[in-house]
């Protein structure tokens, strides 16, 4: 089993920039996938970006140019950087890991709200 946290999430103004972690709870992290996904009230969840375990990075592209997703193995932790943030980013945010078996884990989800 592998336990993903989150944190980072709150409400910023449209414009303003928040960036949300993800921690795993074990170092097979590291060779993992991991993303990003969303989720907004009434709406199926999404991907936002996910990168590999060698870094290679995937958007979605309503985000492109404005998110960046990153990782630090040393740390098991996983990063999305939030630039230029909309109203429309408002959503429970949701760290990703896919297992070396194709099983998946999910953290509790952190929300993130844009208004003014």
């Known amino acids: 089993q592998v336990q993903l946290v989150e944190s980072g999430g709150g409400l910023v103004q449209p414009g303003g920039s928040l960036r949300v972690s993800c921690t795993a709870s074990?170092?097979?992290?590291?060779?993992?996938?991991v993303g990003w996904y969303r989720q907004a009230p009434g709406k199926q969840r999404d991907v936002v970006a996910t990168?590999?375990?060698?870094?290679?990075?995937d958007y979605a592209d309503s985000v492109k140019g404005r998110f960046t997703i990153s990782r630090d193995n040393t740390k098991n932790t996983v990063y999305l950087q939030m630039n230029s943030l909309k109203p429309e980013d408002t959503a429970v945010y949701y760290c990703?890991?896919?297992?070396?078996?194709?099983?998946?884990?999910w953290g509790q989800g952190t929300q993130v709200t844009v208004s003014s």
């Open positions: 990168i590999t375990s060698g870094g290679y990075t």
């Open positions: 074990r170092s097979i992290f590291r060779i993992s996938r």
């Open positions: 990703h890991l896919l297992g070396i078996y194709g099983n998946d884990y």
